[in-house]
């Protein structure tokens, strides 16, 4: 898996300077300023500029700076490769590509950003985050996850997938007729799977109703359980309960630390396996609870 911290990641529309300049003081793990569908056709080409200014001049902290482009099928895409690279690419940490339903589609833009970096003398290499966000590219998802040294995750976007796979959602307004669990589950686990077997991070979607926070919690806690890593925030209100809930909780932690202790200890006394609280502690326990206090290191809860 790769190293940065994707617990929270906050959309912004490109073409709005005063989210753009609140979004660079939050607590957010990867902020990212759209030009895609936050930013109205019109508004596109300004928006560059602002998101150039932006990654520019302002404080951004800790805080993962990226871009979501638009998709290869449109006109806008070359240019703002273009515009940004050339406009703030010393600046950038990630580029954030959309609509990918094949490797080709996510190779274009690694062209494009290989070539800029060459040109323009950028030494630090920008990552890509792709959307799985089509029924072609949630076929094509293991093949997507592999296809480029340049990704770090892949993630799953619900809004465009719902529609590409014909889901039908108004039908549910009738409770008789509501789908008996979790509807995106197997797509989580499909994409979750392709992730961690390419090494690379899944984040889950985002959740349109931004005051809710119990049903948001909620939907990272469905993520978290199955792998993920992290989840969109489409309003900062949304920031905490990402950043809480993909993160160990001192209870997890600690039992995480008397699990590896335990194993260690084992392995030091010429046994594979030792019981501990009343569970068995083998090294398939040691691989389950070796993350966790990775995790928590990572983002300063232990040295």
Known sequence: MTNRLRRSELAVPASNPKLVEKAAGSDADLVFLDLEDATAPAAKEGARQIAIDGLNELDWGRTLRAVRVNDHETEWAVYDMVSIL???GDKLDIIIIPKVKKPSDLLFFETMLLSLERKLKINKPIGLEVLIEEAEGLGNVEEIARCSERLEALILGFGD???SMGMRFGHE???SYKYPGDIWSAHRVRLI???RAAGIDAIDGPFGNFKDDEGYRAQCTYAAALGA????CIHPAQIPHA????APTEKELKVAQKMVAAYAASVEAGSG???AGGSLVDAATERLYRPVI???RQIGMIE
């Open 229 to 232: 890593v992290g989840k969109w």
């Open 294 to 296: 990775d995790r928590a």
């Open 193 to 195: 799977a392709a992730c």
């Open 243 to 246: 950043n809480a809930v993909f």
């Open 273 to 275: 396996a030792a019981g």
């Open 161 to 163: 997938l719902a529609a």
């Open 173 to 175: 307004l009738d409770k």
């Open 86 to 88: 050339e406009g703030a």
